[in-house]
């Protein structure tokens, strides 16, 4: 490792925009070693271009239990391997679970948490399993050194009492290299695009409904999704004259937008 800073990123599913985050993470974090864990999932392929980015790739077993004892091998034996201090980043609720509790924070392992959108907040579950969902929230949020909020109203949910853990609000920003547009291109058809996993936190059925009624003004229009996930969420997109293009690497969502 060639500096004295060691950071460990792990992704329950490092896919779509969790993925992209995690690359802005290095890329703005070049003065650390970066090393991914994540897990492997079927219809979320990973690119392995991507995975080119970090000084190592390890991907996690299967099965909750497994993937604690896995994390507690894996990061005391990268802190022992280390001579610097080392950050863990988990990214998502689940990949939140697994750290906190697989190692304690301490003063050369630092842990930092970013939801990436809290899981008690969705509403396609019942009251009581969102309020497990927080209650668990509070109860790791001891064994927190900082969290990484994507948002600030992620930011505002993350200061929990009386743990109160330090919070930061990183935003995403747009990846480099992308063409700017200051002038309405013309003469082709006006294209509506969104991206994401297919579920309840990006709304499928609200983007159907809205394009529905534009495409009904302005029948000229044309709507594409880039990704994939819940089927029922895809049959509505596509009854609503929605393509959707299902996962692609994300320098083929990025030609598309």
Not at 39 to 55: G, I, K, Q, S, Y
Not at 82 to 105: L, M, N, P, Q
Not at 197 to 221: M, S, T
Request: include cysteine; glycine fraction near 8%.
């Amino acid at each position: 490792m060639g500096t004295n800073t060691t950071v460990v990123h792990v992704a329950e599913s490092f896919a779509s925009g969790t993925a992209s985050a995690i690359t802005d993470f290095v890329r703005n974090y070049p003065d650390a070693d970066h090393h991914l864990v994540y897990t492997f999932r079927p219809e979320a392929l990973v690119d392995p271009r991507m995975l080119n980015t970090f000084e190592s790739a390890t991907a996690m077993p299967d099965g909750t239990l497994s993937r604690i004892r896995f994390l507690r091998r894996h990061l005391h034996g990268v802190r022992r391997q280390t001579g610097g201090r080392v950050i863990v980043h988990a990214h998502s609720s689940k990949a939140g679970g697994y750290v906190r509790t697989a190692v304690r924070k301490s003063r050369r392992l630092h842990l930092v948490y970013t939801p990436h959108c809290y899981s008690f907040e969705r509403r396609d579950v019942p009251a009581p399993v969102r309020a497990g969902f927080r209650a668990m929230e509070w109860i790791l949020s001891f064994n927190t050194t900082v969290v990484g909020a994507c948002s600030p109203r992620e930011a505002v949910l993350s200061r929990w009492t009386p743990t109160a853990p330090r919070v930061v609000t990183v935003p995403n920003v747009q990846p480099p290299g992308l063409p700017q547009v200051s002038v309405p291109p013309t003469g082709g058809r006006l294209r509506i695009v969104g991206s994401g996993r297919l579920g309840p936190q990006k709304d499928p059925e609200f983007f159907a409904a809205a394009f529905a009624a534009a495409v009904a003004a302005h029948p000229g229009i044309e709507a594409v999704w880039i990704g994939g996930g819940d089927d029922h969420y895809v049959d509505t997109l596509r009854r609503s004259g929605v393509e959707v293009t299902g996962w692609l690497p994300r320098h083929e969502a990025l030609d598309i937008m």
